[in-house]
T-cell receptor
Framework: QKEVEQNSGPLSVPEGAIASLNCTYSDRVSQSFFWYRQYSGKSPELIMSIYSNGDKEDGRFTAQLNKASQYVSLLIRDSQPSDSATYLCAVNGDDSWGKFQFGAGTQVVVTP | DAMVIQNPRYQVTQFGKPVTLSCSQTLNHNVMYWYQQKSSQAPKLLFHYYDKDFNNEADTPDNFQSRRPNTSFCFLDIRSPGLGDAAMYLC??????????????FGPGTRLTVL
């Protein structure tokens, strides 16, 4: 059973601070990794994709991938109240077509 | 703007009354997906199309069917909705399934209520 695990939270972060979210996955051959943001009652929105070990930065977001340790993380710098949402980690394996395995999500609450 | 559109946004149906949800995309993506998401759970893949090739997940109930008449449109048919089928139904698209082509973009979803 391929699994993607995230801490469900809620992760409470003061406004302006860094939010750090972690995701671990069990399928060692996974090749593609994604972070989605999902506001309550809305659909997931892609915020980051990462395919190679190391860091990838996009604005206030940084994704970090370590395939040897089988984890991917997301940092949100200068957290804003609008960042309050559930963040879903998705992992795409190296099977026949690469089905996404989603984690259950981490709820982030940014407090003013 | 290129996008994924779902209609209706909210659907109320009666127990056992067939319902059809639609998805269209202007991204010209090859792959279209249908997911079911219940409250506080991860999206669950029901099936996907790569072009006209249909791929059903092993645990998708027979009550759920799909059609993709052309590149732009995909439909989800629920033949006899049960109370357990109440959920958000998400359509997503991607250019392909290999690395760097497999980013999935979601539509706004259809919230299904079964009375």
């Amino acid at each position: 059973q391929k699994e993607v695990e995230q801490n469900s939270g809620p992760l409470s972060v003061p406004e302006g601070a860094i939010a750090s979210l972690n995701c671990t996955y069990s399928d060692r051959v996974s090749q593609s990794f994604f972070w989605y943001r999902q506001y309550s009652g809305k659909s997931p929105e892609l915020i980051m994709s990462i395919y190679s070990n190391g860091d990838k930065e996009d604005g206030r977001f940084t994704a970090q991938l370590n395939k040897a340790s089988q984890y991917v993380s997301l940092l949100i710098r200068d957290s804003q109240p609008s960042d309050s949402a559930t963040y879903l980690c998705a992992v795409n394996g190296d099977d026949s077509w690469g089905k996404f395995q989603f984690g259950a999500g981490t709820q982030v609450v940014v407090t003013p | 703007d290129a996008m994924v559109i779902q209609n209706p946004r909210y659907q109320v149906t009666q127990f056992g009354k067939p319902v059809t949800l639609s998805c269209s995309q202007t991204l010209n993506h090859n792959v279209m997906y249908w997911y079911q998401q219940k409250s506080s759970q991860a999206p669950k893949l029901l099936f996907h199309y790569y072009d006209k090739d249909f791929n059903n997940e092993a645990d998708t109930p027979d009550n759920f069917q799909s059609r993709r008449p052309n590149t732009s449109f995909c439909f989800l048919d629920i033949r006899s909705p049960g109370l357990g089928d109440a959920a958000m139904y998400l359509c997503a698209t991607s250019r392909g399934t290999g690395s760097s082509y497999n980013e999935q973009f979601f539509g706004p979803g259809t919230r299904l209520t079964v009375l």
